[in-house]
């Protein structure tokens, strides 16, 4: 046996280095509390750490030595930013676990988060689930059917090793010529509120005696959220997007504020200011609303990120002094910048602020302290790297089951027979020759809408899913032949012989700006369409499109008349309430005009007169229920 005798002044020395061991490992220690380990973790930082931190890049931009060069934060896929076409669960995977091995070798191992735009389901990866957009999801007014949704998205997105997502939007559409209306449940706040029951689908259900408006995240089967745009995009004038929202105090606490206060309570961990501006100031600049409103009198506790190179368009033209945008947009309060491609400038400007002391440290701490605070509770610095644990999510049966649901409750009857006519629907299984009809019957990118594998979406079969066409010819009867033809003329009309036609026209996929609209008509040839088919033989004419659209000329010729807003892939959804097997329950979650010079238009105003009001929806009773009578 070796004894060593230490003199006083080593064992001094030993009994320091094992003290700063420890304290070093304290911010990695999931025993000490939250604050704790935030406040050990920013004293080591530098100031470059932190910016790093407080900086969101592209995929297209990373790699791993950049984020570790940099000490970037956090990393996303902007509309149709993906690592290879039609990329497997494994392969996105890969990509993000290669980005996270270069945030984990840095100085402090602080790893990065990665976010997406999964709005609709995991609408950015092939194989995914696509539900119906939030424009038809308000229709069922079922904030437990949207939770479901919520959770299996989580279930989606983590699958391809992801924890955060740019969602929901709790805009509150005012006026249906904005692009963006389609992300709104609805011109009534009250059901946007009841379906930011969406967070805790997405992130988990707060447990018991957890911290009031606080950020939760409930494990690797769930996802960070984020509520958008705060506040008031869904009211700008004349729809057009990102532009001014003119309203007083009491009409934005009313209309435009309670989604936020719902989604705060219901511990969303992320906030996404708007691009559009309040009253002539840049919502990205707007110092009272976002520190003075939500950061002190809502007392929110997670993270404020800009949307997409949403700093630089507080100048106009966009980026035209960016060393002002990026004052003014931190000391508004804006924690993360979403760049998304030049960083450098970010970095390096925002630098230069702070040792010009323009920008405080306690400023930036704010900011750091916020994001780390969802890290902590994201796991992510006990569960880094991703797995393949869950692959098998996407796209899975049981989802595209409750997505066909999602369909059947999405969809309102605003017309079935008039004038004591027998009504149409439940169409007849059994029929001798019928007509599908339409640019919207057989196109899976037409039936899911902007936000579907790129950005603006694209017509044509995208991804995985049932067209209507073939959700038609899965549900009649076997000896029923179907006839499909685009857009028949009154040549071919009158040369056949139809029981009846089926006709889905609609809009073509857009997102933001590009579908802001002034005249709101589906896309050509779509109204001949109508015209052709349903001045020959009976119809049902199903409207595919993000909002309402001008259809009162039409409305004489046509038998029935279904709002089947963006249904996603699983059109099966379509056929099973159109043929009886479900019956229509939908009501109407915004109101159909009758002339787009009625617009802005929304239940209770005082020139009400619409085309179909606010909650019209015809119901119908399945076919099993009506042969038991």
Not at 21 to 40: G, S
């Amino acid at each position: 046996m070796v004894t060593v005798r230490l003199s006083a002044q080593m064992a001094v020395v030993v009994v320091l280095c094992f003290r700063i061991e420890a304290e070093y490992m304290r911010y990695k220690d999931p025993k000490q509390p939250l604050d704790v380990r935030i406040e050990d973790l920013i004293r080591r930082m530098t100031l470059e750490e932190k910016i790093g931190q407080m900086t969101m890049i592209d995929r297209k931009v990373a790699s791993a030595d950049i984020i570790k060069a940099y000490f970037i934060g956090a990393l996303l896929s902007g509309g149709g930013s993906v690592p290879a076409p039609k990329a497997s669960a494994e392969t996105w995977i890969n990509m993000v676990n290669e980005f996270q091995n270069g945030a984990l070798s840095t100085r402090l191992g602080i790893p990065v988060f990665y976010g997406i735009d999964a709005v609709h389901g995991h609408n950015t990866v092939y194989n995914a689930t696509i539900f119906p957009h939030n424009v038809g999801l308000g229709v069922t007014r079922d904030p437990e059917l949207v939770k479901k949704i919520g959770a299996a998205t989580a279930l989606e997105v983590r699958a391809t090793g992801i924890p955060y997502t740019f969602a929901p939007c709790v805009a509150v559409c005012r006026d249906p010529r904005w692009g963006r209306c389609f992300e709104s449940y609805s011109e009534d706040h009250e059901i946007v509120q009841a379906m930011t029951e969406i967070i805790p689908g997405l992130q988990g259900d707060l447990p018991p005696d957890y911290p009031s408006d606080f950020p939760y995240i409930g494990g690797r089967t769930k996802v960070a959220a984020c509520a958008k745009h705060f506040v008031g995009d869904g009211g700008t004038t004349d729809g057009i997007n990102e532009s001014n929202t003119i309203i007083d105090w009491d009409g934005l606490l009313s209309i435009h504020m309670p989604a936020y206060l719902d989604s705060i309570r219901k511990g969303v961990a992320t906030i996404m200011i708007s691009f559009s501006s309040l009253n002539g100031t840049k919502m990205h600049a707007n110092y009272d609303l976002i520190t003075g409103y939500l950061k002190k009198t809502l007392k929110f506790q997670g993270i404020v990120i800009s949307d997409s190179q949403g700093i630089d368009k507080i100048t106009t033209p966009s980026h035209a002094n960016y060393t002002y945008s990026v004052e003014a947009s931190i000391n508004a309060g804006i924690d993360m910048i979403l760049v998304p491609e030049n960083f450098t400038e970010l970095i390096d400007t925002l630098t230069l602020l702070v040792k010009k002391n323009v920008i405080s440290m306690s400023r930036i701490n704010d900011a750091v302290e916020r994001i780390l605070r969802v890290k902590f509770i994201m796991g992510l610095f006990e569960n880094s790297m991703a797995d393949f644990s869950l692959v098998n999510q996407l796209g899975s049966q049981e989802h595209r089951g409750l997505a066909r649901e999602a369909v059947r409750r999405s969809l309102v009857l605003l017309k079935n027979g008039e004038n004591g006519d027998a009504p149409l629907i439940p169409l007849p299984k059994k029929a001798k020759k019928i007509l599908v009809a339409g640019s919207h019957a057989n196109d899976i990118g037409n039936q899911c809408g902007g936000w579907t594998i790129e950005w603006h979406g694209l017509s044509g079969n995208i991804t995985i899913g049932t067209t209507i066409l073939a959700a038609v010819k899965n549900t009649i009867d076997p000896q029923t032949e179907v006839v499909y033809h685009e857009n028949p003329n009154k040549e071919f009309m009158n040369s056949n012989s139809f029981s009846y036609a089926i006709v889905a026209v609609g809009e073509l996929p857009y997102s933001e700006t590009v579908g802001d609209s002034m005249n709101l008509t589906i896309a050509k040839p779509g109204y001949d369409t109508i015209s052709n088919v349903c001045q020959a033989i009976k119809c049902v004419v199903v409207i595919i499109s993000g909002r309402p659209v001008v259809i009162q000329p039409y409305l004489p010729l046509i038998d029935a008349l279904v709002a089947a807003w963006l249904p996603g892939t699983e059109g099966q959804g379509v056929a099973d309430v159109l043929f009886g097997d479900y019956g229509f329950t939908g009501k109407l979650a915004r109101t159909w005009f009758k002339t787009v010079d009625q617009l802005p238009m929304n239940v209770g105003d005082p020139h009400y007169d619409p085309l179909f009001p606010f909650g019209f929806g015809l119901t119908t009773t399945p076919r099993d229920m009506k042969e038991s009578q």
